[in-house]
């Protein structure tokens, strides 16, 4: 079923791109990230809305070197089913181009050694999707985390809402808002 999923969007990309080498280039490279998650790792593709782990949850370490020790997610990288946990799984990395001194990185974790930490008892838990009601509109649900152990609601961090800024009007080249809500034309009604 994941597989056929990985293809259909890799049929669907077909379009952006320019060539025939390319399509097949795109195609040789998706086959390959898939052969490995399935091979190296023993994983298939998950669905987005299927993710359990996002920016800014507590997860704890079940497998690797750095077993039982707990942090907060910084980013989760979807494609390659990993994530960069703070402080965790540390590795040399390079520094400037003019720094000849290596800097301890992060490096990102597979999601399947990865479990999400109860914020109440502070032991990590497997979680169950729920449907709760919305406060505003009560004929309307919206999916939540919720821990096995406690039962209660895992909240979604703050932090994996996406930031959006909004540009600020150039003077000289945007229409002023106050000429763009003043009525120009009147109609026949």
């Not at 086959?31 to 490995?36: A, H, I, N, S």
């Not at 077993?67 to 946990?85: D, F, H, P, W, Y």
């Not at 703070?86 to 050694?113: C, F, H, T, V, W």
Request: hydrophobic share 30%; proline share 5%; aromatic share 6%.
């Amino acid at each position: 079923m994941a597989w056929r999923i990985a293809t259909d969007k890799m049929r669907q990309a077909k379009m952006f791109c320019a060539t025939a080498m390319q399509r097949r280039m795109d195609q040789q490279k998706m086959y390959r990230r898939l052969y490995r998650l399935k091979m190296k790792h023993g994983i298939y593709p998950t669905k987005i809305e299927d993710f359990k782990v996002i920016k800014g949850d507590l997860v704890e370490i079940i497998r690797g070197r750095d077993e039982g020790k707990q942090g907060r997610v910084k980013r989760v990288l979807r494609q390659s089913e990993t994530a960069i946990v703070e402080g965790l799984n540390l590795r040399y990395g390079r520094g400037q181009a003019g720094d000849k001194q290596s800097k301890m990185k992060e490096s990102p974790i597979l999601l399947k050694n990865l479990a999400l930490v109860d914020e109440d008892t502070g032991i990590p838990t497997p979680i169950d999707w729920k449907y709760q009601q919305l406060q505003s509109d009560k004929d309307r649900y919206h999916r939540v985390r919720q821990s096995i152990v406690s039962g209660e609601i895992i909240p979604t961090s703050k932090l994996a809402k996406p930031q959006r800024k909004l540009k600020e009007c150039h003077p000289s080249k945007d229409t002023p808002p106050s000429w763009a809500r003043a009525r120009s034309w009147i109609g026949p009604w």
